[in-house]
């Protein structure tokens, strides 16, 4: 039985039900009823189940494993599942569930990130510890970027502290460079790590401050904020692309001693801050495919690198399935299990 691609309804849905049908796979796609529409737009999408609630996606597992449906996560399992959600999931899925954890606990994240050697913004326990500014306050959970904060100074951090009354938050440097994000891929079947794609995210209204002239800037005092509203193509200085693909190896092979011995597999994202000096800083890692791979459905000038079609993100996930389906090795990237210390 050839595996059923499955996935949820948002985020990058349409990439990876496309992808399916570019590699022969069947697809399926559970939606909230209401946001099924668009899904019945596009002849790629063969079968679209709409649910009334998030929750009810438990009650379709039992159907979708007796199908050999594979599930493939995006950015809307776990902010609209749940974390727990995914790791009990009893349909397999496209990725390594114990990865979950690290990539959803910030402390965890940082240690895997720093024992992969990567650079990293320095973290202060708190407002006292500070020692270069400014500094960015991220409260965790908070999605997208809506809710963070910039402070240049003791007096504003304490202030901007005061008002976010005791909620969860990390008090991080705030890089001053461009925003890069790097889409990689994982490939168990190949043995080798590809850079799919980059982009860079486009947020609101950080992208736009640049526009106001400083005199403007000094008079209204805008609060920057980073509400993503989309992604933009970016391609890197050759020179740096081996640096890149570095950092994205060490973050594999740190993943095999910290996680466990299978480590990160599949598509997964470094998001960096390049700084005057060329430096990449990383600000935090998906494990998954991001919503800035769906610039390149058609491919893109590091897909093309590897492969003589358009490769996405979304077909590529469905090519490594064909190729180990075809091996008889889908349980070398498939994940059955639930995560056994779920709780
Ligand atoms: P949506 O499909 O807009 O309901 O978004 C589902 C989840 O994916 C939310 O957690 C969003 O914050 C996240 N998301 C959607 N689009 C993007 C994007 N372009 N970049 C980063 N995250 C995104
Ligand atoms: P995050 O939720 O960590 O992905 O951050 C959301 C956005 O905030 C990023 O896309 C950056 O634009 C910005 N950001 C986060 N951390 C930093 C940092 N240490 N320095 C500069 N910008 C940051």
């Known amino acids: 039985m050839k595996p059923l691609v499955t996935t949820l309804g948002s985020h990058s849905a349409l990439q990876i039900l496309k992808g ?5 796979l069947p697809n399926a796609v559970v939606v909230l009823a209401g946001r099924d529409a668009l899904y019945r737009r596009y002849p790629f999408v063969d079968e679209v189940i709409p649910i009334a609630r998030y929750a009810d996606f438990a009650a379709l ?3 979708l494993v007796a199908r050999g449906a594979v599930v493939v996560p995006h950015g809307s399992f776990v902010a609209y599942l749940g974390q727990e959600a995914n790791e009990r999931m009893a349909v397999g899925t496209f990725g390594n569930k114990a990865v979950l954890r690290w990539e959803g606990d910030r402390a965890l994240q940082r240690r895997w990130l720093a024992a992969a050697g990567l650079p990293l913004p320095e973290e202060y326990p708190d407002a006292g510890a500070v020692d270069a500014w400014p500094v960015i306050v991220k409260r965790h959970g908070a999605a997208g970027g809506a809710g963070y904060f910039l402070a240049g100074s ?10 976010l009354g005791g909620a969860p938050h990390t008090i991080q440097r705030y890089v001053v460079g461009v925003t890069l994000y790097v889409h990689y891929f ?10 799919l794609g980059m982009d860079r995210r486009y947020e609101t209204n950080a992208d736009a401050l640049g526009r106001l002239p400083h005199a403007a800037q000094a008079e209204l005092g ?4 980073f509400v993503v509203v989309g992604n933009a193509p970016l391609v890197l200085r050759e020179s740096m692309l081996e640096e ?3 950092m994205g190896e060490a973050v594999v092979a740190a993943s095999r001693s910290l996680v466990d011995a299978r480590g990160l597999w599949g598509p997964f994202c470094l998001e960096t801050i390049i700084t005057p000096d060329l430096g990449f800083h990383v600000i935090e890692i998906s494990c998954r495919i991001v919503a800035g791979t769906n610039l390149f459905v058609e491919g893109s000038p590091y897909s ?9 993100t979304g077909r590529r996930i469905a090519r490594e399935l064909v190729e180990a389906h075809g091996a008889g090795r889908l349980d ?12």
């Open 332 to 343: 070398a990237v498939v994940d059955r299990a639930a995560v056994a210390e779920a709780s």
């Open 304 to 312: 093309a690198l590897f492969f003589d079609e358009p490769m996405s």
């Open 61 to 63: 597992e039992p159907e």
């Open 20 to 24: 399916a049908r570019d590699e022969g």
């Open 244 to 246: 890149a693909y570095r």
């Open 154 to 163: 003791r007096a504003s951090l304490e202030r901007g502290l005061a008002a």
């Open 186 to 195: 994982q490939s168990v079947v190949r043995d080798r790590l590809e850079i």
């Open 222 to 225: 805008p609060e920057p904020s």
